[in-house]
């Protein structure tokens, strides 16, 4: 089994815990669903408790149309004016993050599309804080357009967090 596949069994079981959590059926909203991978490896999965899993990308793949989403919304996540007009018990952003020059100003928006202790999971390469900056001021160097423009660390998802009036739970 290909381990870069792990991430999609690693947001699987997070979406599940909080599905235990609450109990009912969960509001989910992807923002960067590509082809819609990560609603498909849930459905293969077995998990149907939803009530709506809504897709946000900049270019909605045809592909999409067969992946269950309740709703599909283009929109540029990197642009002032993005907003989420509902709120959701889970807001994933897998391998999204590193792509943005300001990350902290999405997840800043996404915590307020949040329910009262929603759950804002994601994903991104990571390394430690000592190379964090370094590695990131190299990469922007050379980054084409989509290419990964922003590295984390554990202590800057830390900080994101806490600025957002998030806790960190994983």
């Not at 849930?42 to 408790?49: E, I, P």
């Not at 190379?131 to 984390?152: G, M, P, Y």
Request: proline fraction near 5%.
């Amino acid at each position: 089994y290909p381990i870069k596949l792990l991430r999609y069994w690693f947001m699987y079981n997070l979406i599940i815990e909080e599905h235990a959590r609450l109990g009912r059926p969960l509001r989910v909203c992807e923002i960067g669903v590509d082809r819609g991978q990560m609603r498909r490896y849930m459905q293969d999965a077995g998990f149907t408790d939803i009530a709506c899993w809504e897709a946000v990308d900049y270019k909605l793949q045809p592909e999409l149309m067969e992946s269950g989403y309740t709703k599909q919304i283009q929109a540029n996540v990197d642009l002032p004016d993005f907003s989420l007009a509902e709120k959701y018990d889970v807001i994933i952003v897998l391998h999204l993050l590193e792509h943005l020059f300001e990350p902290e100003q999405l997840v800043t928006k996404l915590s307020s599309a949040l329910v009262s202790s929603g759950a804002l999971i994601g994903g991104f390469p990571a390394l430690p804080q000592l190379l964090q900056a370094c590695r990131q001021k190299k990469i922007r160097l050379t980054a084409a357009d989509f290419e990964h423009v922003s590295t984390f660390s554990p202590q800057r998802v830390k900080n994101m967090a806490q600025r957002c009036g998030l806790s960190l739970d994983f």
